[in-house]
DNA sequence: GCCAACGTTGGC
DNA sequence: GCCAACGTTGGC
């Protein structure tokens, strides 16, 4: 079972998003981003464990844990000219590179962890989410760093 | 809104 | 294959 971090901005789609949905359930749609797909879809499994991390807003954190309820299939939205995800080289080309998966929300912690509190621990600062420049919205967590993180909250 | 950092695109 | 221009991410 492998940890890891996904980053969503609360406006598009929140972890309150995610809990209100049905059977807590939320497909990963519109992710555009070849290394994060590959994640997805080369090491996602079912049962792996997400930390819900809200960026882009006024405090970015941690919000809660959830779990892989399905593996990679095909990002439908890829091909749909009506979504906000559409990729049209794509879908012009017929082919469809992109893939999503479901998760489940399991657990919102007590108290977010804000990404000012990630960076005050030492323990956590070879955490990728804190590494210069790392934009990437899917990211592996180390078991080491994520049981310091569950201590936390 | 600003801007640093990064990924992608496209001309050559 | 290089690299400048452009677009996006995301913290502040």
């Not at 070879?126 to 592996?140: A, E, F, H, M, T």
Request: with cysteine.
């Amino acid at each position: 079972m492998k940890f890891w971090l996904m980053k969503s901005e609360p406006d598009t789609y929140s972890w309150d998003d995610l809990e209100n949905a049905p059977a807590k359930t939320g497909s990963w749609e519109g992710v555009r981003n070849y290394q994060a797909r590959n994640f997805m879809r080369d090491e996602f499994k079912l049962g792996d464990q997400v930390f819900f991390y809200h960026s882009s807003c006024a405090e970015p954190a941690i919000i809660g844990m959830a779990e892989v309820v399905r593996e990679s299939y095909p990002d439908h939205t890829a091909m749909d000219p009506k979504s906000q995800y559409y990729d049209e080289k794509s879908a012009q080309k017929g082919l469809n590179p992109w893939v999503m998966v479901d998760v489940k929300a399991k657990k919102r912690f007590a108290k977010p962890l804000t990404l000012s509190e990630v960076r005050k621990s030492s323990e956590l600062k070879d955490l990728l989410l804190l590494q210069k420049g790392q934009r990437l919205s899917i990211q592996p967590v180390q078991n080491e760093h994520a049981k310091i993180i569950m201590n936390l909250v």
